[in-house]
């Protein structure tokens, strides 16, 4: 079991910057940094949707073409964290985003929300134009 809990999310202007927070408690016999992490993003009436992945050391990144070059993520293990900086903000960036955990022990990264276990409540992003 992991808890995950967002923040960071609010409201800014198009060309602004926001950087997402996530705060993973794992149950005993698994650490945090076992676990590969994503963001993802859902707009109102649209599906969930991937934005960016990391696995468990880092060394591996993914990123949603949409997002590529304007956002990044990072995790420090030490801190039980994730993040997501999102630069060049867009109004098509808002969405409810939300962090999960993939316990899998894959090769690469998933990309799709069914290879996820684990969710945060979600936190809101709103780009005004």
């Known amino acids: 079991q992991v808890q995950l809990v967002e923040s960071g999310g609010g409201l800014v202007q198009a060309g602004g910057s926001l950087r997402l927070s996530c705060a993973a408690s794992a149950a005993s016999g698994r650490t945090f940094s076992s676990y590969a992490m994503g963001w993802f993003r859902q707009a109102p009436g649209k599906e969930r949707e991937f934005v960016a992945a990391?696995?468990?050391?880092?060394?591996?990144?993914s990123y949603a073409d949409s997002v590529k070059g304007r956002f990044t993520i990072s995790r420090d293990n030490a801190k039980n964290t994730v993040y997501l900086q999102m630069n060049s903000l867009k109004p098509e960036d808002t969405a409810v985003y939300y962090c999960?955990?993939?316990?899998?022990?894959?090769?690469?990264?998933?990309?799709?929300?069914?290879?996820?276990?684990?969710w945060g409540q979600g936190t809101q992003v709103t780009v005004s134009s």
């Open positions: 990391i696995s468990w050391s880092g060394g591996k990144i």
């Open positions: 999960a955990a993939d316990p899998a022990r894959r090769v690469g990264l998933a990309t799709i929300p069914v290879s996820y276990d684990y």
